[in-house]
């Protein structure tokens, strides 16, 4: 599956987490150490503008004081920028160097993916990704985190349950604890 695809796939599964967080849940601790629920969404928020802007497209206007309302908006900037005619051609800046455009852009859909599960997870919703699009990440991340496992962007694998689902293996190979969540 190409990378468009990818993203095609993982912006409504987003939407549809992001649309059915409640406000009394932005303060909800996350599998993501670093962030609540809302943290987990600023950092999205931030991204999508920051990297929306690398791959040459226009930041879309958000109110920071309303993360819900901002994700949608900031989410279709980013994939549209990524879309655009030559875009994944293009050398991104990422916060580890400059990349290729449609190796950074995996980049995007690996951390969608597993952020998504980090809200999902947060507040009490199911999050059912394709086998298909978890196993390409899967691949894409372990062939693309090996240097870049600094504790702070990615931690240290975890072990997951021999009961894991993909997408809880692929968030424990990303660094989160998937071994105590509720069976």
Do not use: K
């Not at 468009?4 to 932005?26: F, N, Y």
């Not at 693309?144 to 009961?163: K, M, N, V």
């Amino acid at each position: 599956m190409d990378v468009l695809a990818q993203l095609d796939e993982i912006g409504p599964l987003l939407t549809g987490v992001v649309g059915g967080i409640r406000p009394d849940q932005l303060d909800n601790p996350t599998p993501c150490a670093a962030f609540a629920v809302r943290g987990v969404l600023d950092h999205m928020i931030d991204g999508a503008a920051t990297f929306t802007a690398a791959f040459g497209g226009a930041a879309a206007s958000v109110d920071p004081a309303d993360v819900l309302a901002s994700f949608g908006p900031a989410l279709t900037a980013l994939a549209g920028a990524i879309g655009a005619p030559g875009a994944l051609d293009r050398s991104v800046p990422a916060p580890f160097g400059d990349v290729p455009g449609e190796t950074f852009a995996r980049f995007v859909v690996l951390d969608g993916l597993v952020h998504g599960w980090d809200l999902a997870l947060a507040t009490g919703q199911g999050y059912h990704p394709s086998a298909v699009l978890v196993a390409e990440a899967q691949a894409f991340a372990e062939g693309a985190l090996a240097d870049l496992r600094d504790g702070e962007t990615f931690a240290a694998p975890t072990q997951a349950p021999l009961s894991a689902t993909a997408i809880e293996r692929l968030a424990a190979f990303t660094g989160r604890s998937v071994s105590a969540l509720p069976r």
